[in-house]
């Protein structure tokens, strides 16, 4: 069965400053990735995923990924972040057989400071 | 394009009653995925149905059920409710059967009282 651990719970940014979440994943197969941005009180926006090919991935608002699977991560980064950025942040796996079920990370709050 | 559509988005309901949540998935698409969000337990994964039958199901037990129906509309349903069943029900729609981008609706929030 697959399974992501975001390791970071909380972190914190000053508004300009470089960003970037971890994601690991254990999963026997090429994994299917992605990664959701949350507001309060809404739903998941998806921000970019990878499927196959080339490991960095670019994604909307900014952000970008690399696939290591080497490391079993999926990273999230982006070079300067704003303020509208603050949220939650959740990172999932996929496998090929399993239909469209997802598997969650714990999920890393993000907040900026001004 | 319309999004995926959750009614009602809030719901306040008592123990031991039951709830039905609705999901309107995008025009097109064909299968609907259901997922609990608690701030405990996190986002877990409840049931997926595509073309009107269930493929997956999460480790939830017997009191939630779900159906879709042929226009891809997709009904959850939860039973004898507990206060644990308090959460944010999100519901996914996707194009196809295969594992590709799941679209959120916003969310329907139960609480138990």
């Known amino acids: 069965a697959q399974s992501v651990t975001q390791p970071d719970i909380h972190i914190t940014v000053s508004e300009g400053a470089s960003l970037e979440l971890r994601c690991n994943y254990s999963y026997g197969a090429t994994p299917y990735l992605f990664w959701y941005v949350q507001s309060p009180g809404q739903g998941l926006q998806l921000l970019l995923k990878y499927f196959s090919g080339d490991t960095l991935v670019q994604g909307i608002k900014g952000f970008e990924a690399e696939f290591k699977r080497s490391q079993s991560s999926f990273n999230l980064r982006k070079p300067s972040v704003h303020w509208s950025d603050a949220a939650e942040y959740f990172c999932a796996v996929g496998a090929n057989n399993a239909g469209n079920m997802l598997t969650f990370g714990g999920g890393t709050r993000l907040m900026v400071k001004p | 394009k319309a999004g995926v559509t959750q009614t009602p988005r809030y719901l306040i309901k008592t123990r031991g009653q039951q709830v039905t949540l609705s999901c309107s998935p995008i025009?097109?698409?064909?299968?609907v995925s259901w997922y609990q969000q608690t701030p405990g337990q996190g986002l877990q994964f409840l049931f997926e149905?595509?073309?009107?039958?269930?493929?997956n199901k999460g480790n939830f037990p017997g009191r939630f059920s779900g159906r879709q129906f042929s226009n891809s509309r997709s009904e959850m349903n939860v039973s004898t409710l507990e206060l644990g069943d308090s959460a944010l029900y999100l519901c996914?729609?996707?194009?196809?059967?295969?594992?590709?981008?799941?679209?959120f609706g916003q969310g329907t929030r139960l609480t138990v009282v």
């Open positions: 149905y595509f073309s009107e039958t269930q493929r």
């Open positions: 996914a729609s996707t194009l196809t059967g295969l594992v590709t981008e799941a679209f």
């Open positions: 025009s097109g698409h064909r299968s």
